[in-house]
């Protein structure tokens, strides 16, 4: 049952919904302790395993693009309140490569600690005034070494899917493990999207979009970016994982240089880069 404003859950009182999360229902309230709004998720009972691994995922990270985890609660998280709008394209290429950036610090963050999103969509990246916020680490799961692309055993039992269809990765789909390239997958999806204000996998069923995901090319963006930047998102949506960018890192610097020329007006280097040349 939805909370009512002047709901208490220890020193926060409820004072207005804000909508639904991955897991449970999300509130706007007010910390009386300290005098500050925050965002409250709680958790529906169904998903308390899924809760638990959210607090600890957000717990590990710190960092600038990442929401910030205030306090824990029986059923709860408390955290920062932020004022914006979620992620939507299409948007200017200055601005695209400048959330870009963001949202692959932020996963360069969360991978550094071993820890995959594995729902990486629109929905999820909240544009801030304080710049991009990466969301809800409900699905999250931990990895093995990036170095090695070792998967650990993970929560969710082998074959399930999990994850939001248009976002998901061909292995997410299959019901494997997925590291930390699944979210170099998603995260194309949502350049793409960024840029064309189109899915790049749509379709009128899930079936249709699953076939699409795990057999189509995605449609090229050359009309609307630089050539090298067509070939640097292609990279990202590789079915095989092992033809995917490796690391967030990489990629972030790869889009750097691919769009270079249109931000800075200074030619781009002639020395090839194997690692954006199209294969």
């Known amino acids: 049952m939805p909370l009512a404003a002047g709901t208490q859950l220890g020193p926060y009182e409820i004072t207005a919904p804000l909508g639904a999360g991955g897991m449970g229902e999300v509130y706007r309230a007010r910390d009386t302790r300290l005098g500050r709004d925050v965002a409250i998720k709680v958790c529906a009972e169904r998903f ?26 029986l059923n709860y998280l408390v955290m920062e309140y932020l004022e914006g709008v ?41 544009v801030s005034k304080q710049g991009i916020k990466l969301l809800d680490f409900g ?10 692309a070792e ?16 976002y998901m990765s061909p292995e997410q789909l299959q019901g494997k493990k997925a590291d930390a390239r699944g979210d170099i997958f998603s995260f194309g999806l949502v350049l793409y999207e960024m840029l064309t204000g189109k899915l790049a996998f749509g379709g009128s069923s899930a079936a249709s979009v699953i076939a699409a995901i795990l057999e189509r090319e995605a449609p090229s963006v050359a ?35 691919a769009v ?16 954006i040349v199209a294969t």
């Open 260 to 275: 270079e020329p249109q931000l800075t007006g200074r030619p781009k280097s002639t020395t090839p880069l194997p690692w």
């Open 48 to 73: 308390s395993e899924r809760f638990g691994r959210e607090a600890h995922a957000i717990a590990a990270l710190n960092h600038s693009n990442i929401c910030h985890l205030y306090d824990v609660g």
């Open 139 to 148: 699905l999250a799961k931990e990895s093995g070494p990036l170095k090695d």
């Open 86 to 126: 979620p992620l939507k394209g299409p948007l200017p290429l200055k601005k695209v490569l400048e959330y870009a950036a963001q949202i692959l610090d932020a996963l360069d963050a969360a991978h550094g600690k071993g820890i995959v999103h594995r729902d990486l969509k629109p929905g999820n990246i909240f």
């Open 151 to 166: 998967v650990t055993q993970s929560i969710t039992q082998q074959g399930q899917i999990v994850g939001t269809l248009n």
């Open 223 to 257: 009309g609307v970016a630089p050539p090298a930047l067509d070939r640097v998102l292609r990279r990202c949506l590789a079915k095989d994982p092992e033809q995917r960018w490796q690391s967030a890192r990489d990629l972030k610097s790869a889009l750097e240089l």
